[in-house]
């Protein structure tokens, strides 16, 4: 492979090739390969030994079928992936995604951005993501569970404490990493700290769950900070009411803000009085136990449900946690017109190239990468917890958790930093990502 990566077009043009119809993947290697080939120019220590190459070409991508049978009797058949990018710095960490949408190239792109998130949270994490196509909505728990074993019955021989950690994503939460957890620690006769997100009877860390929605408004308070301003009486449009969406709107309670949105893939609700405890406490029994749709929401508190997405709603701070590709051009023009100050990503990607075009002239704009790192770092944290035999409190867990969004922050700014002393974000998290990454592919030779 020649060093293509003093010029961006020859590269992406290079990896189109060579990733033919992968969209979701080339728009992920776009953003990061626009901050780092600039970067390498000025950089004569990285380059020449194609970094960014070895870097967008996964160390290996692992495909198999998973078969199961439903509550009728019928035999089903699903494809499942684990995508194993990088584990330079660690061992490979990352998300399994249930969702209809996964697709060979959803998945590189997460476990992509992966490899900078996990760099910029300071533990040792290689790059991961894994998924199918199955879709767990209306699924009974023993479908699911079904399923969860038998994909398990694959992908136990490419995992394990030391060499691959899965975790939740998108329809994979408490339940699904305990069926999964189940059938490895029975395939394996082993108690690990095989997955992460694991119930806190087996193994799990006090704080996991709340950890990505949670960070996020931690990040975003960094944000404001820089400004002189703070959480405290803004107004909130989220997306999404899954893991991330329900503990970002609790932490900007917690911090005296104003959520008014939250959307599932049905539409979304629009509560100009706030979405208090209260009403939280009803959307977490709604989504977490009763796995309903939101529009009961708007039934029980007399606001409004409409289809679409929430971005029309005036407000100073955004989260978009549900999905990539959630915010078009036209929503960020919206939202900036509407007054936004502040958009921090709780999903990945949650933003088409031409929006977060936009945001990251207009506004404080945190990418996925930076901002949803919470979620991942508690997971470090849960490994750490598991080798050591030992439980922290949720103080504890908490605490770190603050100085990791800190942190991160702080490296996105080193790197992010204009002239005019305003912050690029996005550069910062993908240099400040890179660099560790990189600099661990040197040292450890070429292989
Ligand atoms: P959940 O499955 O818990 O929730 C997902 C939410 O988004 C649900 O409300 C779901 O609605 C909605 N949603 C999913 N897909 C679509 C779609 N195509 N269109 C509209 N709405 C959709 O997932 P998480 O909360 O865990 O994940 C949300 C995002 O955050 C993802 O981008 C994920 O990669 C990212 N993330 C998650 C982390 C974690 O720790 N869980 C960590 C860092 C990032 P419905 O119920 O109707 O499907
Ligand atoms: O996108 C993500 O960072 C996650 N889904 C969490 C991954 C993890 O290993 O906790």
């Not at 971005?311 to 955004?318: I, Q, R, T, V, Y």
């Not at 939202?335 to 936009?358: D, K, T």
Request: proline share 4%; glycine share 12%; net charge neutral.
């Amino acid at each position: 492979m020649k060093n293509t990566c003093t010029d961006i077009n020859a590269f992406m043009s290079g990896l189109r090739k060579r990733n033919p119809g992968q969209r979701e993947f080339h728009d992920a290697v776009q953003e990061v390969a626009s901050d780092i080939i600039p970067f390498l120019a000025d950089h004569k220590e990285f380059q020449g030994e194609c970094l960014l190459e070895r870097l967008t070409e996964p160390d290996r991508v692992i495909s198999f079928r998973v078969s199961w049978v439903d509550d009728e009797g019928n035999v089903r058949a699903d494809r499942a992936w684990r995508v194993q990018f990088c584990n330079a710095i660690g061992p490979y960490k990352g998300g399994m995604r249930f969702h209809p949408t996964v697709t060979e190239s959803v998945l590189k792109f997460l476990g992509f951005e992966q490899i900078f998130k996990n760099s910029l949270t300071g533990l040792p994490m290689g790059g991961a993501k894994g998924g199918s196509n199955f879709n767990p909505k209306g699924k009974s728990d023993g479908e699911v569970m079904r399923f969860c074993q038998s994909l398990m019955i694959e992908l136990h021989r490419y995992i394990g404490p030391d060499t691959d950690v899965p975790a939740g994503d998108i329809g994979v939460g408490a339940r699904e990493v305990g069926y999964l957890f189940g059938k490895y620690r029975r395939l394996s006769n082993t108690f690990t700290g095989v997955l992460t997100g694991k119930g806190l009877n087996f193994g799990g860390s006090i704080g996991r769950k709340e950890a990505t929605g949670h960070g996020v408004v931690y990040f975003m308070r960094e944000m404001l900070a820089t400004r002189g301003d703070g959480i405290e009486g803004k107004t909130a449009v989220v997306s999404g009411s899954g893991n991330v969406a329900l503990y970002c709107i609790e932490k900007l309670i917690q911090l005296g803000a104003k959520p008014v949105t939250a959307s599932d893939s049905s539409g979304f609700i629009y509560d100009p009085n706030g979405i208090d405890e209260e009403k939280l406490a009803f959307l977490k029994d709604l989504k977490e136990v009763r796995r309903g749709r939101i529009e009961e929401y708007a039934e029980k508190y007399g606001c409004t449900f409409s289809v679409g997405r929430p971005w029309a709603a005036k407000a100073h701070l955004a989260f978009p946690c549900a999905t990539q590709n959630e915010i078009t051009e036209d929503d960020a023009k919206t939202l900036i017109a509407n007054g936004l100050m502040a958009l921090a990503e709780g999903a990945n990607m949650p933003c088409e190239p031409g929006a977060q075009h936009l945001l990251r002239q207009s506004v404080l704009y945190a990418p996925g990468k930076a901002s949803n790192a919470g979620g991942v770092a508690v997971s470090g944290l849960e490994q750490s917890q598991n080798a050591m035999r030992i439980n922290w409190s949720l103080e504890e867990v908490d605490q770190r958790l603050q100085i990791i969004m800190s942190d991160i922050h702080g490296k996105c700014s080193k790197y992010g930093k204009h002239a005019n002393g305003g912050i690029d974000y996005v550069r910062g998290a993908n240099i400040g990502g890179f660099t560790k990454v990189a600099s661990a592919l040197q040292e450890c030779g070429v292989v």
